[in-house]
T-cell receptor
Framework: GQNIDQPTEMTATEGAIVQINCTYQ??????LFWYQQHAGEAPTFLSYNVLDGLEEKGRFSSFLSRSKGYSYLLLKELQMKDSASYLCAVRDSNYQLIWGAGTKLIIKP | IAGITQAPTSQILAAGRRMTLRCTQD?????MYWYRQDLGLGLRLIHYSNTAGTTGKGEVPDGYSVSRANTDDFPLTLASAVPSQTSVYFCASSQGADSGANVLTFGAGSRLTVL
């Protein structure tokens, strides 16, 4: 079966750095996505990785290793507004998205 | 403002009733999707449409139907609601299933409670 694993919840301090991991087992691979979802709101796109390596976008970076079935989202200089759930999703060989359950990130002052 | 509009925002429904969740996008996206989101689970695809006039079944299609008469609208119908369909429903759209990153844009969601 297809599976996306990510931690259920993480806590970090304002101004610090946090890494959210995602491991996947899917039928084929056509890209990995990270979305941010604030409580009670819609998911919004953060990043897309299709090749191995690090993609940097401001305070957020996303890393992919296809051979290990592994990705992480790195958030730097954490702000209170970063408190949200972070969803990892993999596009499989049929171009369908398989979603993880999300990681709830709690930022403390 | 370009985007996706869902209605209703929230609804309480008696079991056995018929319900249609509406979804309209103004971005001229080819593909549209309906997901449900339940606590502790990832987003699960109910139905999708790669282009106007075509639809397909996702991971959890039973009890739901969709239509795609035009590019903009993609309603989701529950023919006879059951309590297990209590969930938050998200409509999403994208340029196309095989177009590059194919980033999804989501609507604000419809919270449905079936009693």
């Amino acid at each position: 079966g297809q599976n996306i694993d990510q931690p259920t919840e993480m806590t970090a301090t304002e101004g610090a750095i946090v890494q959210i991991n995602c491991t996947y087992q899917t039928s084929g691979f056509n890209g990995l996505f990270w979305y941010q979802q604030h409580a009670g709101e819609a998911p919004t796109f953060l990043s897309y990785n299709v090749l191995d390596g690090l993609e940097e976008k401001g305070r957020f970076s996303s890393f992919l290793s296809r051979s290990k079935g592994y990705s992480y989202l790195l958030l730097k200089e954490l702000q209170m507004k970063d408190s949200a759930s972070y969803l990892c999703a993999v596009r499989d060989s049929n171009y369908q998205l398989i979603w993880g359950a999300g990681t709830k990130l709690i930022i403390k002052p | 403002i370009a985007g996706i509009t869902q209605a209703p925002t929230s609804q309480i429904l008696a079991a056995g009733r018929r319900m249609t969740l509406r979804c309209t996008q103004d971005m001229r996206h080819n593909a549209m999707y309906w997901y449900r989101q339940d606590l502790g689970l990832g987003l699960r695809l109910i139905h999708y449409s790669n282009t106007a006039g075509t639809t397909g079944k996702g991971e959890v299609p039973d009890g739901y139907s969709v239509s795609r008469a035009n590019t903009d609208d993609f309603p989701l119908t529950l023919a006879s609601a059951v309590p297990s369909q209590t969930s938050v429903y998200f409509c999403a759209s994208s340029q196309g299933a095989d177009s590059g990153a194919n980033v999804l844009t989501f609507g604000a969601g419809s919270r449905l409670t079936v009693l």
